[in-house]
C-alpha cells in the first residue's frame, strides 16, 4: 500500500493537529508556554519522542503481541523520554529545571500513545518516521504560537532567554515589544492560557469555514455552466 505524504502532512499540520483539532497534550500545551523558549523546548523533545516512538513500534509492531501491547508502547516512550531529560539535564539544566515535571509528563501524553496506536502500528518505518515527524510539528507550532501571544501579552517582550536552549549566541535574540511595559499577569496565568488556545482553534475554525464557502461558491457557479453546455 503506497503512502500519502501530503495527506499525513496536510492531517499533521492542519486538518487532524494534535494540539488545536484532536485537542490531546493540552496539560504540557497549557502549562508551559509562558513564553517561546519554554514552548519551543517542550516542542522539540516532543517531536524527538514521536520520531523515536513510531520508529521502534513500526520496526517491530509484528513482533509485538497484541495482549500487551500498550505497556509495551509505554515503556518504549518512557525510554525515550529517560534519554531526552538526561540530556536535558546535562545541556540545558537551568530549562530543565524550568520545565521541570512536563518533561516526564510525556510518557502520558496521549498525542505520542495515540500515534503509536494508531498509525506506527500499522504501517511502514518510512511512513511512521515521518509521521511522527509532522504530527511533532504540528504540535510545536501551536506550542510556540501559543508561547508567543502570551510572551507578549504578559511581559511585552519575545524570544527571551532564549540562550537557555541555544547558548550565549542566543542572548541577543530578545525582542522588547513595548517598552516600559507592566505586563498582565492574566495572560501567563494557566486562564490566559486557555482563552489564547481558544483563540487560536477560533480562528482555525474560521479560516476552515471560510474555504468551505468559498469551495461551495464555485461550485454552484460551475454548475449552471455545465448544465448549459449539455443542451448545447
Known amino acids: ?101 512536563f518533561i516526564p509528563l510525556i510518557v502520558t501524553n496521549c498525542i505520542i500513545m495515540g500515534r503509536a496506536e494508531a498509525f506506527a502500528a500499522k504501517n ?20 510556540i504560537l501559543l508561547g508567543a501571544i502570551r510572551e507578549v501579552l504578559g511581559a511585552g517582550t519575545l524570544f527571551a532567554d532564549m540562550h537557555l536552549l541555544f547558548g550565549d549566541v542566543a542572548r541577543n535574540w530578545k525582542i522588547v515589544v513595548f517598552e516600559d511595559y507592566v505586563g498582565f499577569l492574566f495572560a501567563i496565568l494557566p486562564p490566559g492560557a486557555f482563552v489564547g488556545l481558544g483563540m487560536l482553534i477560533a480562528l482555525k475554525n474560521l479560516f476552515d469555514q471560510n474555504i468551505s464557502a468559498r469551495k461551495a461558491l464555485q461550485q454552484t457557479r460551475v454548475e449552471p455552466i455545465n448544465i448549459q453546455s449539455e443542451f448545447n
Open 124 to 143: 511502514s518505518v518510512s511512513a511512521s518516521l515521518y509521521d511522527g515527524f509532522i504530527m511533532g510539528v504540528g504540535f510545536t507550532i501551536v506550542l
Open 1 to 101: 500500500m503506497s503512502t500519502n505524504y501530503r495527506e499525513i502532512t496536510l492531517n499533521g499540520l492542519w486538518k487532524n493537529n494534535p494540539a488545536i483539532v484532536q485537542l490531546l497534550g493540552l496539560c504540557p500545551l497549557l502549562a508551559v508556554t509562558a513564553s517561546v523558549v519554554n514552548a519551543l523546548s517542550l516542542g522539540i523533545a516532543s517531536v524527538l519522542v514521536l520520531i523515536g516512538s513510531n520508529f521502534a513500534v513500526s520496526l517491530f509492531r509484528n513482533f509485538i503481541p497484541k495482549a500487551v501491547r500498550l505497556p509495551i508502547y509505554v515503556m518504549i516512550i518512557a525510554a525515550l523520554v529517560t534519554s531526552i531529560e538526561l540530556a536535558m539535564q546535562a545541556l540545558t539544566y537551568e530549562l530543565y529545571l524550568i520545565l521541570g515535571i
